[in-house]
């Protein structure tokens, strides 16, 4: 039977288990805004307002505002 291993260092171990997967995970979900960014832009591009609630999700939080309180020329003055 292995031997137990005390709280502390069980709690020691995950803290730095999960240092290393936010760095890890940090990394690919900078790409994946970028990317979700430029898809965003040419949607907001393409459509006219109102937009789907997915772009005014989006454009909300670009914004700092609620989509409700959004107009289209804020929208449309988005930019990277």
Known sequence: ???RMSTATRMDRARANGKVTRIENGHKKRKERLSR???ML???AKGTFPYTPGIM?????????PSTQVTADEAKAIKL
Not at 57 to 65: C, F, I, Y
Request: hydrophobic share 40%; aromatic share 6%.
């Open 1 to 3: 039977m292995a031997e």
């Open 37 to 39: 960014d430029k898809k």
């Open 57 to 65: 999700s989006w454009v909300s939080e670009k914004l700092g505002k």
């Open 42 to 44: 040419e949607l907001l």
